[in-house]
């Protein structure tokens, strides 16, 4: 009897410990979707550019699994402007607006703390753009140069102190896509913080248009925006590198988790 009475004994202290160590658990699970998210995308693009859309609105569908986040993919950002206060981030996929009522929208979500990822031709603008406001907040200047045809390239990261890159390698080979540089170079800029660059180990760069030289920044943030922008998105083999994968997920995390409502990775 006292053999059991021990053994009942001990069975209740492993479980209490056992209970212990789960209150202790070192995760976070979420009761319901921690944040909003709207995706833009434009399908009259060229052709290339609308491969990695669909390709980018599947990687980011794969990410709510669980319901960890809401995902809304639109082609139409006019419709959301009056309310883009109900989205913590958005991702603009090749996409920026031309209406001057959408950009005034923007503009104003961003001035007020939104959040923004944007991939490639997102940051395209030239002579012809008009909107001055949209240089200021990219950080960089207008389009300058691109090497052809896509192709992978390495890519160096300039800091590992970052929440973006902290878990990147020093370099890496990135996907196949097309490279924009800029004129002006987005490093020059004291308010921009350069994450990642087209290595010079690359150049000559390309087999029929061949940049050969310069300093070739590909992923970067505007500290005066909670923002980021990556020069990736070109093509159907976009998310065939697993460590590219893991830049653009830190990316599309960072942003969300800077939100002036608070850190919803921390609820």
Known sequence: MKKLLWLLLGLMFKISASAQ??????????????FNALLVYDP???????????????FFHKLTYGEGYNLTVTTDFGAYCSHLSDYDVLIWLNYSPRAEAERTAFQRYMENGGGWVGFHATAYNDKDTHW????????????????????????????????????????????????????????????????????????????????????FPVVWTNRNYRMIYLNMGHGDESFISPTENLLFTNAFRWVVSRDPKGDPFLK
């Open 21 to 34: 160590d789960f209150e202790n658990y070192p995760a976070k699970y979420a009761q319901a979707p921690r």
């Open 44 to 58: 009259t693009a060229e052709e290339a550019h609308v491969q990695f859309d669909e390709q980018a609105v599947s």
């Open 132 to 215: 001055p406001w949209y240089n200021t907040f990219l950080g960089c200047g207008i389009f300058l140069a691109n090497q052809w045809p896509p192709q992978c390239a390495l890519l160096t990261v300039d800091t590992q102190e970052h929440a973006v890159t902290r878990n990147l390698p020093k370099e890496f080979v990135a996907a196949p896509s097309e490279y924009y540089m800029w004129y002006e170079n987005p490093r020059k800029n004291p308010d921009v913080d350069v994450l990642v660059t087209l290595s010079e180990k690359n150049y000559p760069f390309g087999i029929k248009d061949v940049i050969t030289y310069g300093d």
